[in-house]
């Protein structure tokens, strides 16, 4: 294992390429009061980049990228791009990314270097762990809150599960739109 590698705490084991062919996608319809439910594979990449300096903070982190396939189809359905980082000094694992939708989001949560599960929440308005959103989704599909849990199973094999909370014009309740899949080494 390379020095940096080591320096990345509970994301150190996440490293390397990954798959997985069984996840699950219940969004909204197009209807936007019927839930969609999607079967999907996904491919996720998670690069060491090294250190990065910020005056006296010092973060590690992993660059990484994710596409998903409905089961089936060729196109992708979803994308994200951006890092996982770690803070030692505060025990602090965090995930900043974008999606070609329009929206930006960094979660982060309090973990321990040797943890195997780990949460992360970004909520709308905070001034630390936040979400922003394009004018049309914020007006239409505002997110309200974003969660992440990871589980590490072994060394080549690892689960998350995400909640993203969504205000959506015209409706009462809250819509969770919830992801789930179960990822497999592959480098």
Same mark, same amino acid.
């Given at each position: 294992?390379?020095?940096?590698?080591?320096?990345?705490?509970?994301?150190?084991?996440l490293a390397g390429v990954w798959q997985g062919a069984e996840g699950d996608d219940a969004a909204p319809d197009d209807d936007r009061v019927s839930i969609e439910k999607n079967l999907y594979r996904e491919?996720?990449?998670?690069?060491?980049?090294?250190?990065?300096?910020? %005056?006296?903070?010092?973060?590690?982190?992993?660059?990484?990228?994710?596409?998903?396939?409905?089961?089936? /189809?060729?196109?992708?359905? %979803?994308?994200?791009?951006?890092?996982?980082?770690?803070?030692?000094?505060?025990?602090?694992?965090?995930?900043?990314?974008?999606?070609?939708?329009?929206?930006?989001?960094?979660?982060?949560?309090? /973990?321990?270097?040797?943890?195997?599960?780990?949460?992360?929440?970004?909520?709308?308005?905070?001034?630390?762990?936040?979400?922003?959103?394009?004018?049309?989704?914020?007006?239409?599909?505002?997110?309200?809150?974003?969660?992440?849990?990871?589980?590490? %199973?072994?060394?080549?094999?690892?689960?998350?599960?995400?909640?993203?909370?969504?205000?959506?014009?015209?409706?009462?309740?809250?819509?969770?739109?919830?992801?789930?899949?179960?990822?497999?080494?592959?480098?």
């Amino acid at each position: 294992m390379n020095e940096n590698v080591e320096k990345l705490g509970p994301l150190a084991v996440l490293a390397g390429v990954w798959q997985g062919a069984e996840g699950d996608d219940a969004a909204p319809d197009d209807d936007r009061v019927s839930i969609e439910k999607n079967l999907y594979r996904e491919t996720l990449s998670l690069e060491p980049i090294g250190e990065i300096n910020n %005056h006296e903070q010092s973060l590690y982190g992993l660059r990484y990228t994710t596409m998903a396939w409905r089961l089936g /189809a060729e196109d992708a359905f %979803h994308e994200e791009v951006g890092y996982w980082l770690w803070d030692a000094a505060n025990r602090q694992v965090m995930k900043g990314f974008c999606v070609p939708r329009g929206n930006s989001v960094l979660a982060g949560g309090t /973990a321990d270097a040797d943890a195997q599960s780990f949460k992360m929440v970004a909520k709308l308005g905070s001034e630390t762990y936040g979400i922003l959103s394009n004018q049309f989704l914020n007006e239409e599909f505002q997110i309200v809150r974003y969660e992440l849990g990871i589980d590490v %199973h072994d060394a080549d094999t690892f689960s998350y599960a995400s909640d993203t909370v969504i205000r959506i014009k015209g409706q009462d309740e809250l819509f969770h739109h919830r992801d789930s899949n179960t990822l497999k080494r592959m480098e």
